[in-house]
């Protein structure tokens, strides 16, 4: 079975700070990993996804994440945080073979300060 | 490409009425998954349809089911409706073959008094 943590509920940043959510996952086979973003009263937005190859993968509004296997960490960064960051924030995990059906972690609602 | 659209937006029901919701996903897209999201449990997947056919299911009780048509729209239905089924339920679409990505609609929100 497929399981994703996100350490911190909240998580709150100065505006132009280093922006680090965790997200640790669990698999039997080496999954596809997304994280996705939900501003007030919407659905989710993708912000970024691995599949294969490269590790390092980059998204929208320039946030990016690092496939570690050997840690089962998918962790979104972002170098200077902006206001309009500001929202809720969701790792998720599918099998390759089972992509229709997403499991998600808990979320992390980033608050930014001005 | 017009997004995932999602009917009605708002819903306010009470306990024991039935509701139905619908998806339409994005042009070229056959599957439509649904998805439950409140606040306790976070978001939970329910089913998955592809070409009209329930491909996967949640961990959901047989109050909740859903079809998919011949143009990809997907229904999902809630029977006997408890306080407790109160939520957002989103639907996303994707495409069939290569590296899926689910694209979410706004949701649905759903109140039972």
């Known amino acids: 079975a497929q399981s994703v943590t996100q350490l911190g509920s909240h998580v709150s940043v100065s505006e132009g700070a280093l922006v680090l959510l965790r997200c640790n996952y669990s698999s039997s086979v080496p999954p596809y990993l997304f994280w996705y973003v939900q501003y007030p009263n919407q659905g989710l937005q993708l912000l970024l996804k691995?599949?294969?190859?490269?590790?390092l993968v980059k998204g929208i509004n320039g946030f990016e994440a690092e496939f570690k296997k050997s840690e089962t960490s998918f962790h979104l960064t972002k170098p200077s945080a902006h206001m309009s960051d500001a929202a809720e924030y969701f790792c998720?995990?599918?099998?390759?073979?089972?992509?229709?059906?997403?499991?998600f972690g808990q979320g992390t609602t980033l608050q930014v300060k001005p | 490409k017009a997004g995932v659209t999602q009917t009605p937006r708002y819903l306010i029901k009470t306990r024991g009425q039935q509701v139905t919701l619908s998806c339409s996903p994005i042009s070229g897209h056959r599957s439509v998954s649904w998805y439950q999201q409140t606040p306790g449990q976070g978001l939970q997947f329910l089913f998955e349809y592809f070409s009209e056919t329930q491909r996967n299911k949640g961990n959901f009780p047989g109050r909740f089911s859903g079809r998919q048509f011949s143009n990809s729209r997907s229904e999902m239905n809630v029977s006997t409706l408890e306080l407790g089924d109160s939520a957002l339920y989103l639907c996303?679409?994707?495409?069939?073959?290569?590296?899926?990505?689910?694209?979410f609609g706004p949701g649905t929100r759903l109140l039972v008094l």
């Open positions: 998720a995990v599918s099998h390759p073979s089972n992509t229709g059906k997403l499991i």
């Open positions: 996303a679409s994707s495409q069939t073959t290569g590296q899926q990505t689910q694209y």
């Open positions: 691995y599949t294969t190859g490269a590790t």
